[in-house]
C-alpha cells in the first residue's frame, strides 16, 4: 500500500510513486501516436477526414464514464471490505489474547503453556490467512508458533488457517476439561474463535469471486474503441491539439480501468493493495508483547513510500 504523502502543485504532475501511469503508459502512447498520425495526415493532406460531429461522442462517452464509475465502486467496496475484515482480525486477536492471559490460571504450568501455546497459535492463524490470500508459501513464518508435532499435518492440510484454528478449539476444549478457566470463558473465548473463523471466510469469498469477466471485457473493449475512435472526431476542429486532448482522456479512462481492475483484488502485491504483511506484523508485535515476551520483531516500516 502507498503511503500517502500530500504533494505540492508542481510535484502532483509528475509523481509516479502510487501512480497508475507505470501501468498504462503503453496504451497512453498508443493513442497519442495514433492521433499524431492522423493530425499529421490531415494537416499535410486537407479534408482526408471528414468533420464529424461531436454528439455521437459524447452520448459514447457519457455511458463509458458511467461503466467505468460503477466498476471503480465495485471493486472500492471490495477493497474497503477487505480492509475492515483485517481491522476486525487485529480486534478479535487482541481481545482473544487478553482473555486466554486473564481468565486461564497461571497457577500452575498447564496454564502457562497453554497461554503460550494458544497465541502462539493465533500468530500463526494470522501470517497464514496473508499467505493463503497471496498464495505464497506460509512455513517459515508459520512454522516457527507451531509445536512440531502439527508440522506433518499443517504440510498435508488443504486449508492451513482452518486447520490452526481447528488446534485452537481442541486446546480450548482440553482448558474446559480441566478447568483452567471457567464456563462462561470459555464460551467468550470460543466466539473470538468464531469471529476469527468468519473473517477468513469473508476474505476468501472476496479472493475466489472476483467481479464478473464478461463485465471486465465489456469495460475494457469499450475504453480501447471508444480511444481510438476519438482522433477521427477531434482533428478536423482541434488540429494540432488532437494528440493533447486524446492522451489527457486516454489516461482518465485507461487509468479508472487499471485502478479498478488493482483494487479488484486487494491482497495482492501491487502498490495500491492492502498492506497484509505490516498489518500481520503488528498482531505478531501486539501478541508477543502481551505474552511477555521482550525480543520482538521490528515494525515494518515503509520503503520509498511502499507498505508491503
Known amino acids: 500500500m502507498i503511503v500517502r504523502q ?3 502543485a508542481l510535484k502532483i504532475f509528475f509523481t509516479l510513486r502510487g501512480s497508475i501511469i507505470p501501468k498504462i503508459y503503453p496504451q497512453i502512447l498508443l493513442v497519442t501516436l495514433l492521433s499524431t498520425l492522423i493530425t499529421v495526415i490531415q494537416h499535410e493532406f486537407s479534408r482526408s477526414f471528414p468533420s464529424y460531429t461531436m454528439a455521437p461522442f459524447t452520448v459514447f462517452g457519457i455511458a463509458l464514464s458511467l461503466f467505468l464509475g460503477f466498476r ?15 481491522g476486525q482480525l487485529v480486534y478479535e486477536a487482541r481481545s482473544f489474547s487478553r482473555q486466554v492471559l486473564s481468565f486461564i490460571d497461571e497457577e500452575d504450568e498447564r496454564g502457562r503453556d497453554t497461554q503460550r501455546y494458544m497465541i502462539y497459535l493465533t500468530i500463526a492463524f494470522t501470517h497464514a490467512v496473508r499467505h493463503r490470500l497471496r498464495g505464497t508459501a506460509p512455513w517459515q513464518d508459520v512454522e516457527r508458533f507451531v509445536a512440531p508435532a502439527h508440522h506433518a499435518g499443517m504440510r498435508q492440510t488443504q486449508n492451513l488457517p482452518d486447520y490452526l484454528m481447528r488446534l485452537l478449539g481442541q486446546r480450548l476444549g482440553d482448558s474446559r476439561r480441566q478447568r483452567l478457566t471457567s464456563e462462561q470463558m470459555i ?3 470460543d466466539e473470538r474463535l468464531t469471529s ?5 471466510a ?5 479472493h475466489n469471486t472476483p ?3 464478461a463485465y471486465m471485457l465489456l469495460v475494457h473493449r469499450t475504453t480501447y474503441l471508444y480511444c481510438f475512435m476519438l482522433p477521427f472526431g477531434l482533428v478536423s476542429s482541434l488540429g494540432w491539439l488532437t494528440p493533447f486532448t486524446c492522451a ?3 489516461y482518465t479512462f485507461f487509468g479508472l480501468d487499471a485502478l479498478s481492475e488493482e483494487l479488484e483484488e486487494p491482497f495482492g502485491f501491487a502498490a495500491n493493495q492492502l498492506p497484509l504483511t505490516a498489518l500481520s506484523r503488528t498482531i505478531e508485535i501486539n501478541l508477543l508483547e ?3 515476551e521482550t525480543d520482538l520483531p521490528p515494525d515494518i516500516a515503509p520503503k520509498n513510500g511502499y507498505l508491503p
Open 6 to 8: 500530500t504533494p505540492n
Open 187 to 189: 464460551q467468550n473465548m
Open 290 to 292: 502481551a505474552l511477555g
Open 211 to 213: 467481479l464478473p469477466f
Open 72 to 86: 471503480n465502486n465495485a471493486s472500492y467496496q471490495r477493497w474497503w471490505e477487505a480492509r475492515g475484515l483485517w
Open 202 to 206: 469473508a476474505c476468501e469469498r472476496i
Open 248 to 250: 489527457v482522456i486516454a
Open 196 to 200: 476469527m473463523t468468519i473473517v477468513l
